[in-house]
């Protein structure tokens, strides 16, 4: 989820950091600052329990956060939450690793969907599981997908906090100056590539779609609904090696073929902010984003077409990355009092205004039937395309080899994305590095 919202949460993608297991090694011996755990258990003389939350938001998701918060501690005056740990989601993982280390971590913490099975190896994180099925969390009316990211070996280890899903953002203009219909649900990946084709002008700067070619999780992510289209999975059955050594082949074929055409700006720099620029510049006709991106494609005027994933077989499928409320154990007074946070902040009432305020989709059906976001839905050329495309949407495995799979895999798609390398042979140094990722012990 990554500034691609507008200062909403930079880096929405959450841009896999490079050696995440590297990080959370090296980061054992640091301090940090602020209240957290310890021998404060939170609570007052007069029973009031103050929490503190890492929000990891900045800008306009930030002030919707401190007005929920604001109304959660009207409703319940005997807790008080403390939005503290100043940092953004893009490091939150290097501050709770290190909190964790020394002792003195918060009551709750926004976590990235790709790292909370490493996050979750600590006794320290709340199972929810026990919350879940007992309290009034719309755990049931929840996409699956939401609730796929935040368990871990059949436990809830978090709660979601942001969900989003893939889709294909058109620019009407440059259709209709290419004499190209605009796509429909269940185009294929040909049509796709094929589209992109006739789209680009290479003497006019235009490109018919862009690609992140950094090689990180922003580079990753828009190849695993093509995997799963195909019958592939990240990791198969065995839980030793990856699950996508055919598939990943043919999909990276739709790479090499938009590489071949000269049809795909490759975006050199983290957080696709080029990529983006150049759609909203009218020089891109095609992109694959989420709906963080629709401010800016309405604010930068464009004209524009959302329509779902392309597909192999005609199924829809696309992906969702949600991130996460993390919870930690700082006592039985304090942990209530997260729980209870958390649980009033994921039901609908509160969601939607979440949802609204800070660009994500709906985490259950009960908040998708609120009128406000039904509103939204009007307002927004394509936003309901993103939100029925969570019936189709699958997550990547809450896995600890995970961000090594995706590295290998990252460098694979820029290799075939640069001319480098061929789809097979990519394939087989990509499947060599994450195999021997999987095989270690964790």
């Not at 580079?219 to 995997?227: C, G, Q």
């Not at 938009?258 to 759609?279: C, H, I, T, W």
């Not at 997260?338 to 994921?346: D, E, G, I, K, Q």
Request: hydrophobic share 40%.
């Amino acid at each position: 989820m990554d500034a691609v919202r507008r200062g909403v949460r930079p880096s929405r993608r959450g841009v896999l950091r490079a050696g995440g297991g590297a990080l959370l090694a090296g980061a054992a011996g640091a301090a940090v600052s602020g209240c957290g755990a310890g021998t404060d258990d939170g609570v007052a003389a007069d029973g009031t329990v103050t929490i503190e939350v890492w929000h990891g938001q900045a800008d306009t998701a930030k002030k919707v956060l401190h007005n929920l918060v604001t109304d959660f501690e009207r409703e319940h005056p005997k807790i008080r939450v403390d939005l503290g740990g100043g940092v953004l989601s893009d490091v939150m993982l290097q501050k709770v690793t290190a909190a964790l280390a020394a002792g003195s971590y918060p009551d709750i913490a926004y976590v990235f969907g790709s790292d909370l099975a490493r996050v979750a190896r600590g006794p320290q994180v709340v199972d929810l599981t026990d919350t879940v099925d007992s309290g009034p969390l719309p755990w049931k009316n929840y996409w699956a997908a939401a609730r796929d990211a935040v368990t871990v070996n059949g436990r809830v280890r978090a709660a979601p906090a942001v969900l989003d899903a893939l889709a294909v953002v058109c620019n009407k203009r440059l259709f209709r100056e290419a004499g190209v219909d605009l796509p429909e649900a269940g185009w294929t990946w040909g049509d796709f590539t094929e589209t992109a084709r006739r789209l680009t002008d290479r003497a006019a700067g235009r490109f018919g779609t862009g690609w992140p070619g950094t090689g990180d999780e922003d580079t990753v992510w828009r190849l695993w609904p093509m995997i799963w289209d195909l019958g592939g999975d990240v990791v198969d059955d065995s839980g030793k090696g990856i699950g996508f050594a055919d598939s990943g082949i043919r999909a990276l074929e739709v790479v090499a073929g938009l590489a071949r055409d000269r049809s795909v700006y490759v975006d050199p720099k983290p957080g696709s902010e080029q990529m983006y620029q150049v759609f909203q510049s009218g020089r891109m006709g095609m992109v694959v984003t989420g709906p963080w991106q629709l401010p800016d494609i309405r604010q930068a005027g464009i004209d524009h077409h959302v329509v779902p994933l392309p597909s192999f077989s005609g199924r829809p499928v696309t992906i969702s990355g949600p991130d996460t409320w993390t919870l930690f154990d700082n006592g039985a007074a304090r942990s209530r009092a997260a729980r209870t946070f958390v649980t009033w902040l994921t039901q609908p009432a509160q969601d939607v205004r979440w949802a609204v305020g800070a660009g994500s989709l709906p985490l259950s059906r009960r908040t998708e039937a609120q009128p406000a976001w039904r509103r939204k839905v009007e307002e927004t050329e394509g936003l309901s395309v993103f939100t029925e495309a969570l019936d189709s949407a699958r997550v990547r495995p809450v896995h600890p080899a995970y961000p090594e799979v995706s590295q290998a895999l990252g460098r694979a798609v820029v290799s075939v994305l640069l001319g480098r390398s061929s789809p097979g042979a990519a394939l087989r140094s990509c499947a060599d590095e994450a195999d021997a990722a999987l095989l270690i012990p964790r």
